[in-house]
């Protein structure tokens, strides 16, 4: 048989335990809020390398088509 005493401290070791475990749980806070400037993504840089990237090439077919053109 068991007696009082043990049982009172095993019961204690589990509150402790239990407490220990979900005591950092109580300190936690997610917090989501939207940013206060919107986010802007700059695309410009890729629409004139491809403008730059065609006007190459078609010049590069000028200049092959026209050998006298200079």
Not at 29 to 40: D, G
Not at 41 to 69: G, M, S, T
Request: aromatic share 2%; hydrophobic share 45%; net charge negative.
């Amino acid at each position: 048989m068991k007696s009082s005493t043990t049982t009172s401290v095993a019961t204690s070791i589990r509150a402790l335990c239990l407490a220990v475990v979900l005591l950092p749980l109580t300190a936690c806070t997610l917090k989501v809020a939207a940013p206060e400037k919107p986010i802007t993504i700059n695309l410009n840089v890729k629409i004139e390398h491809e403008v730059r990237v065609k006007v190459e090439k078609d010049l590069e077919n000028l200049f092959e088509a026209e050998d006298d053109l200079f």
